[in-house]
């Protein structure tokens, strides 16, 4: 089934404190066009900067993932990626006004709600899944932490946290699909030890902290003069501790909230690396840390699995045969340089063609030792991508190629040899404009590869 990409119908604000500055801060959800995806702007400094939300600008995760970009950082981001994400969403241009996302509760209910009031949008583009086709997994030694990817026809995450706690040892939580999200896991708030509160107080951390954005666990026996002090720090009513060994001051959702918590962080995590996933992931003590070095291992796998080339059959019927070819394209012999199109998308079209010794110009291209011509690769490939733009086309369009860059030519083309050409678009059509990247490949080789620039044009009647 085509999944189309969502963005949202209108905008929205969320406003609180950072966890960590302390200082109020506004975030304001905007619509974004096709292939944007989830994009943070610092409005309050200078030319107003862009920070993708990529694991590559990853440059902190000790109290929360912190993105930063020539300079420009947004931090404690994971809560709201992970409404996006649980929400549908693929394109959100997010404006804030400091290097903090507001904590809110400690969860992602806030973001979640105000998404579903601002309402969502589906746009014409297909969205590109990073499907895991086989087990992904990272384990990172610093934190003891373990995390698998499985194939999965949907997305699914199966959490377990451990601690060396009486209160809070191991705990499991399961969400069976992504779609379940604001049900079973966009409530659930973050949790600290009541232990670390001072400590991260007077390392001027958590100055936007209060007793009621967090699950305030207590596992050693404290005195209740102590607790009272801990509560004038953070300016709060005087609270006492449950039987269960957190404090009174809130009620929990589930009693594996901390668990629906840390999974929570996961999917927000994970979103950076860039693609909504399609697959079971498997996490044991997740963190930040281990969190993000799993999304660069399944951003490293998706570049892996793009950079093969598409997988030829030729038991299986092409999608355009050469005469389908031929009433899309105006070329014909001998400039007609491709004789199927295997598959098409609304971002890519695969096309093969097959060289044979009859090829014209094999005669003087060389007679000796036939080579077939660069220019003529860069011509069936501009020919295969042809297809990306005149297929949604009503009426009679043509490709004029205006710009070609950064050509290169890995090896011969001989007959004999079958091309698979592989056509993506670089970023969406605009005014007739479309621009895209090419390759050609021999086998599991790249022959030659190319960007190009073309112009789409109505043919007018004679």
Request: aromatic share 8%.
């Amino acid at each position: 089934m085509v999944v189309k990409q969502k963005t949202l119908a209108q905008s929205f604000k969320i406003e609180g404190k950072g966890l960590h500055t302390g200082v109020i801060v506004t975030m304001n959800f905007k619509p974004a066009p096709e292939y944007h995806g989830f994009k943070f702007q610092r409005t309050d400094l200078e030319n107003k900067p862009v920070i993708d939300a990529d694991v590559d600008l990853v440059v902190d995760t000790s109290r929360g993932t912190l993105l930063e970009k020539d300079g420009a950082r947004i931090g404690t981001i994971e809560h709201a990626l992970a409404a996006l994400v649980g929400m549908d969403l693929d394109n959100v241009l997010i404006e804030v006004d400091n290097e903090e996302a507001p904590i809110m509760d400690g969860s992602s209910r806030y973001f979640a709600e105000a998404i579903e009031k601002a309402g969502i949008a589906v746009q014409d583009a297909e969205r590109e899944y990073l499907e895991i086709e086989e087990k992904i997994e990272i384990f990172d030694e610093k934190s003891g932490s373990h995390i698998i990817a499985l194939p999965d026809d949907d997305y699914s995450l199966n959490v377990l946290i451990s601690f060396k706690s009486r209160v809070l040892n191991n705990q499991f939580a399961t969400l069976d699909s992504i779609r379940d999200f604001k049900e079973e896991i966009a409530n659930c708030r973050t949790f600290v030890f009541l232990h670390e509160l001072e400590y991260l107080l007077n390392n001027n951390l958590i100055k936007g902290g209060e007793l009621n954005n967090a699950i305030v666990i207590i596992d050693n026996e404290i005195k209740q003069d102590e607790l009272d002090r801990l509560a004038d720090l953070f300016h709060h009513d005087h609270v006492a501790v449950k039987p269960q060994g957190i404090l009174n001051n809130l009620e929990l959702y589930f009693d594996n909230e901390c668990a629906r918590h840390k999974l929570l962080d996961v999917i927000g995590d994970l979103i950076l690396c860039g693609k909504h996933i399609k697959g079971r992931i498997i996490a044991y003590k997740p963190g930040h840390r281990p969190n993000t070095i799993f999304a660069k291992a399944l951003k490293t796998s998706w570049k892996q699995k793009q950079s093969l080339p598409p997988v030829y059959d030729p038991n299986i019927p092409p999608l355009l045969d050469i005469n389908q070819i031929k009433e899309l394209l105006p070329h014909r012999y001998p400039f007609l340089l491709v004789d199927k199109i295997l598959s098409i998308s609304d971002k890519e079209v695969t096309g093969m063609k097959n060289v044979t010794y009859n090829e014209p110009f094999f005669g003087g291209h060389f007679p000796a030792e036939p080579v077939m011509p660069g220019v003529l690769l860069i011509e069936a490939m501009a020919q295969t991508g042809g297809f990306l733009v005149l297929c949604g086309l009503k009426g009679k369009y043509s490709t004029y190629f205006i710009r070609i860059d950064n050509v290169k030519f890995r090896r011969k083309v001989v007959p004999g040899d079958t091309l698979i050409f592989k056509i993506t678009l670089n970023s969406p059509i605009r005014r007739g404009i479309a621009i895209m990247k090419g390759i050609t490949y021999v086998g599991n080789k790249v022959a030659a590869e190319g960007e190009f620039m073309a112009q789409i044009v109505k043919q007018t009647d004679n």
